[in-house]
């Protein structure tokens, strides 16, 4: 069971923006940009700060620019049609 302290009333503004009362983000500690996910339970909607985590490290994107870089001039050129065709045949094999 959530316990509520206190209500606050807001409302539903223009491009189904709300507003997080003052109060609630100082004591959770929301930053400007903080991303949520929200849920839908019973007759709730359900708000929940999360943090996402980068798929690859600054480090890692710098090797693969520096691959594709490496890369870039190197790529071969198909006609559409059979040659094409031909060259996926080829590397499928």
């Not at 509520?4 to 923006?17: A, D, E, G, P």
């Not at 959770?28 to 991303?35: G, P, Q, S, V, Y």
């Not at 890692?60 to 071969?76: F, H, I, N, P, T």
């Amino acid at each position: 069971m959530v316990e509520v302290s206190h209500v606050t009333i807001t409302k539903l503004k223009q491009k189904n923006q709300v507003t997080i009362p003052q109060e609630i983000v100082k004591r959770l500690r929301l930053k400007e940009e903080e991303l949520f996910a929200v849920a839908v339970e019973g007759n709730y909607i359900k708000l929940t700060p999360v943090k996402i985590e980068p798929r690859y490290t600054p480090q890692e994107l710098k090797g693969l620019d520096r691959s594709v870089e490496k890369q870039k001039g190197k790529a071969k050129l198909f006609g559409a049609g059979k040659d094409f065709s031909g060259y996926i045949n080829k590397i499928s094999k």
